[in-house]
């Protein structure tokens, strides 16, 4: 029979899983109002700024109505103001007044409901980023359904992928996630940020979002990528060899040599390898475990055991 000696070793607790890159905002570009398209100010696939004009829909109806708004309200200003000035002197009532003020006031209102209606004629930049393929000329007519174009922003970007739920609570905030697109032959770095705060019924996993500078522009999003999520390390785990587990009925256990003989062991296990498992619970430092010849013993079996 062959076996171990358990000694404390060092184990880099890591979780691999697979996900898909996001771009940190996404957003595709429709008009607020009807019309047709004067200007279009970008390029495709160039960079935008936040606030940059894009598109202009024509509003030279709204832009008439603005100006004769305009006219009417100095007019109606005027009038408020000489009626304040014969009701101070007691030449007129104070119903008189109160119409010119309320004149005004509604004046005001229309132009601030103008103002807004010709605002929503420009389409600009949400934030910075790079602006896709357009799907509009000018001239053409838009609608509120009509897609014009999508903004990404690509640095830094995101990527979305799950766990399984027994790490859970081993996973924070600020945790390092390496990743790798093998297509490109790619390998990044990145922060894990978010974390869903609830299981998957469905799947038994957590969703996780991490974050990844990507001035480069190498990535892109919704490329598929591998994930390496490296949590806490543990400087003196137990690990035993696979075939060193006996699966039974209400857990697992081990055989160990104890005074010359062979004796079962439950055991709680934690982190697989490929090769070993992690032991939380039932062994100890020193104690021999046998690897070998396990369906030939058992407990309490005399046993001669090569350790190596």
Not at 7 to 18: A, D, G, H
Not at 97 to 109: E, F, P, S
Not at 206 to 228: E, H, K, M, T
């Amino acid at each position: 029979m062959s076996g171990i000696v358990v000694r404390p070793q060092r184990l880099e607790n890591s979780v691999r899983s697979s996900g898909t890159v996001l771009a940190s905002e996404s957003v595709d570009l429709v008009a607020e109002a009807n019309g047709r398209i004067e200007t279009i100010a970008f390029k495709e696939g160039g960079p935008v700024a936040k606030n940059q004009l894009l598109v202009r829909i024509n509003a030279d109806d709204l832009q008439a109505q603005s100006k004769k708004n305009d006219l009417q309200l100095q007019l109606a200003v005027e009038q408020e103001k000489r009626q304040k000035q014969l009701f101070e002197k007691n030449l007129t009532s104070k119903e008189q007044y109160d119409i010119a003020l309320n004149q005004v006031n509604t004046l005001k209102a229309d132009r601030e409901n103008l103002i807004a209606s010709i605002r929503k004629t420009e389409i600009r930049a949400p934030f910075d980023g790079i602006i896709g393929l357009r799907y509009v000329s000018e001239g053409g007519y838009v609608t509120q359904t009509t897609r014009i174009a999508s903004i990404q922003k690509i640095n830094p970007v995101k990527v979305d992928f799950a766990i399984p739920e027994k790490y859970a609570g081993a996973v924070k905030t600020g945790d390092i996630v390496e990743f790798t697109i093998e297509e490109a032959n790619l390998k990044f770095t990145g922060t894990l940020y978010a974390i869903e705060p609830k299981i998957d019924a469905a799947t038994r996993t957590v969703q996780l979002r991490a974050v990844c500078d990507n001035r480069s522009g190498r990535v892109f999003p919704g490329a598929y990528v591998q994930i390496d999520l490296r949590l806490k390390e543990i400087s003196d785990a137990i690990m035993i060899p696979t075939q060193a587990i006996i699966p039974v009925l209400k857990g697992q256990t081990v055989l160990v040599r104890k005074n010359g003989v062979a004796a079962s062991v439950p055991v709680k296990t934690g982190i697989r390898m490929p090769s070993a498992v992690q032991i939380i619970s039932g062994l100890s430092l020193g104690d021999t475990v046998i690897t070998t010849g396990l369906m030939q013993l058992r407990s309490g079996m005399p046993v001669s055991v090569s350790v190596k």
